[in-house]
């Protein structure tokens, strides 16, 4: 296989976060949107995070966490509560990990 087979545009994708726990808490799941691919800065930026700054770990997932028409839905005056936030991270993870 020659790698240009597997280049493409990004695609804007649904997650969803549908555990038990945040169905239960918020009475459905939860949906947002990222890319399926990210540049190459991105995962840079990722791979060199301190576990301890998670200041940078917040600026980078500002650039993850989109609404359906791929504007950010974090920013300074807009931010999703901690354990929703903590759930989203997990999921964008998973999904670049793919």
């Keep these: 296989m020659k ?3 597997l280049t493409s545009e990004p695609q804007l994708i649904e997650i ?3 555990d038990e726990d945040t169905v239960k808490q918020y009475g459905e799941a939860i949906t947002f949107h990222t890319y399926d691919r990210q540049p190459m ?3 840079m930026r990722l791979a060199n995070l301190d576990g301890k700054d998670t200041g940078q770990l917040i ?3 500002k650039t993850l966490i989109l609404d ?3 504007k ?3 920013d ?3 931010m999703l509560p901690t354990g929703v936030l903590m ?3 997990a999921k964008v993870t998973e999904q670049l990990g793919k």
Excluded: G, R
Aim: aromatic share 4%.
């Design 3 to 5: 790698l240009s087979q």
């Design 16 to 18: 969803s976060i549908d």
């Design 41 to 43: 800065d991105v995962f």
């Design 59 to 61: 600026n980078v997932m």
């Design 68 to 70: 359906e028409d791929a």
């Design 72 to 74: 950010p839905l974090l």
């Design 76 to 78: 300074d005056k807009n």
């Design 87 to 89: 759930k989203a991270i």
